[in-house]
């Protein structure tokens, strides 16, 4: 998890056989990757530096999923609010801007709501209907500010949560329906999220790149 290589690294797959987009090859960003065309050099990623004291569970789960906030946070990096909220291909709604709010609302519900056992409704809204993480990442200023507000916010609770338990082995209580609800230990939460933010990553890959090309990191 720890290289340098993007998800489409490799895959062989270039961009002008898109038959379910529009846009022409000659609208297309060019395709980079490479050390001299990097997010950051390696002495500045915040993902690396000193290799971190791993020993323990977790410290070691901590580690893992500090590097795939960070990670997803990196594939954001200067970009505006219209690139934020620029959508994937037909028919998908994903978006880095929507990918950040559900990201919010994720580490909200398993934080606060089955961990923490507070009152902590959404902060997108949705319904059968309506899906506000994605629908509603639209580019304007405003609504990514409040993003990035919300997803470190709820980033600081978990962190702090975290540290403050006196073991993983505690248990946190959830109920998503009838044929599904229980308690469930701080660790498997953990490892959850880890699994969440990776399978994200691999979108936020893919977008960032449909963007401006820039892969890698």
Sequence with gaps: MLGGMS????SGSGHGGDTQNSDSAD???TRKFGWSDMFLSPED??????PPDLAGERATLVDYLRHYRLTLQLKCTDLDAEAMARRSVPPSNLSLLGLMRHMADVERYWFREVMAGQDAPRHYPRDSDD????DGAVGDPEVVRQAWENWRQEIAFAEQFVEEAKDLDIRGSYDQGPEN???IELREVMLHMIEEYARHCGHADLLRERIDGRVGQ
């Design 131 to 134: 899906d506000d993480e994605f």
């Design 27 to 29: 609208d297309l960003p």
């Design 7 to 10: 998800a489409t690294e490799g």
């Design 45 to 50: 990623d915040p993902r690396f530096g000193e």
């Design 181 to 183: 609800r229980g308690t």
